[in-house]
């Protein structure tokens, strides 16, 4: 591989962006594409599907072969509230192959007897993920009902390019919400990104299954057609 090349597959991995190196198979020859270079590449279809895989594999155009290589960030859920719905998330990603940030200022609750094994900040929202980012494989979550966590969580969200941002509460709670949030500058634009009710509409009552409905909607809206990055 040339050294230009594998320069600028790990400047892009350490920014956290997706790329793909294409190589034609009969010539060697070898070109990097960015995720935000896709629409305008002659293999954008077999691009696009196999990023939205985040797989590797051979893909054939007019005759030629193609391996394509994915380097795509590991995805991750970024979550505001240490609750029973968040304790009930956490195995079930982990077996998604799904890394978990759970934020909660109440230490009480962001404790490891909770949460074994997961990635806990117990600090404010608006700290924690100026210090940990947010990016296009970011998914955001907020599950307290306290505007206090929630907002500035959603708030720094609405201003990333998050794949997925939602939350919990009903269709009141969020109209309070989406009030405070067009009070803060948000357009209708911005806030239509929040998915509320939060989740696939599954009929879930417990804990858990609001977690699987919540991962479900996540996974879903990762694997699907992606939103075109900022």
């Given at each position: ?117 997961v990635t806990l900040l117990p600090e404010w929202p608006d700290e924690a993920i100026s210090r940990i980012g947010l990016d296009g494989y970011t998914a955001f979550v907020a599950l307290t009902h306290d505007p206090k966590i929630d907002d500035p969580g959603l708030v720094s969200a609405l201003r990333s390019n998050c794949f997925y941002v939602g939350a919990l509460g009903s269709r009141k709670t969020h109209g309070k919400r989406l009030e405070r949030l067009v009070a803060a500058g ?45």
């Amino acid at each position: 591989m040339d050294l230009s090349l594998l320069a600028a597959l790990n400047a892009e991995r350490q920014a956290r962006r997706a790329t793909i190196l294409v190589t034609e198979m009969a010539s060697g020859a070898q070109r990097l594409v960015r995720q935000s270079e896709i629409d305008a590449d002659p293999l954008a279809a077999q691009l696009d599907k196999q990023l939205r895989m985040g797989k590797s594999g051979m893909v054939e155009a007019e005759g030629t072969s193609f391996f394509l290589t994915v380097q795509a960030p590991h995805p991750r859920i970024v979550v505001t509230g240490a609750v029973h719905i968040s304790q009930a998330m956490a195995p079930m990603a982990k077996a998604l192959d799904l890394d978990l940030v759970i934020i909660d200022p109440r230490s009480a609750f962001a404790t490891p007897e909770r949460f074994p094994g997961v990635t806990l900040l117990p600090e404010w929202p608006d700290e924690a993920i100026s210090r940990i980012g947010l990016d296009g494989y970011t998914a955001f979550v907020a599950l307290t009902h306290d505007p206090k966590i929630d907002d500035p969580g959603l708030v720094s969200a609405l201003r990333s390019n998050c794949f997925y941002v939602g939350a919990l509460g009903s269709r009141k709670t969020h109209g309070k919400r989406l009030e405070r949030l067009v009070a803060a500058g948000f357009d209708e634009a911005a806030t239509a990104r929040i998915h509320a009710p939060i989740g696939l509409d599954i009929g879930a009552v417990s804990p858990a299954e609001i977690a699987l409905a919540i991962l479900a909607e996540i996974v879903s809206t990762l694997r699907g057609p992606r939103r075109k990055p900022a």
